[in-house]
């Protein structure tokens, strides 16, 4: 059975480090590119990062490019986002998915959805302001 559990989150203030972690089950990391989304309140999911499958390329859109980085460990079967100088908007529910579409375009990075793929329970991050 495959699953991805999150873990990781809590209330940090702005300024402040959270290291997420995507523990994935029923298959080896290799097999899917994996994203990281989130969800604000009131607000659709958007795509943060992600990493590939064979050779673990990166992607991360603009607006936490430079604090986000995207990692992997095979060897623990996990995707971390390690978040640094977090800030009040980055407040929301995070989730690690499978299949995630991620390109750059002449706009930016694109991290996108899967259209059909796995997705974990998410794991809530606060930044108060």
């Known amino acids: 059975e495959v699953q991805l559990v999150e873990s990781g989150g809590g209330l940090v203030q702005a300024g402040g480090s959270l290291r997420l972690s995507c523990l994935l089950s029923?298959?080896?990391?290799?097999?899917?590119?994996i994203g990281w989304f989130r969800q604000a309140p009131g607000k659709g999911r958007e795509g943060v990062s992600c990493?590939?499958?064979?050779?673990?390329?990166?992607y991360t859109v603009d607006s936490v490019k430079g604090r986000f980085t995207i990692s992997r460990d095979t060897d623990k079967n996990t995707v971390y986002l390690q978040m640094n100088s977090l800030k009040p908007e980055d407040t929301g529910v995070y989730y690690c998915a499978t299949n995630s579409d991620c390109y750059v375009t002449a706009l930016g990075t694109v991290v996108a959805p899967p259209k059909a793929g796995y997705w974990g329970q998410g794991t809530q991050v606060t930044v108060p302001s």
């Open positions: 029923g298959f080896t990391i290799d097999r899917y590119t």
């Open positions: 990493i590939t499958t064979s050779d673990g390329v990166t």
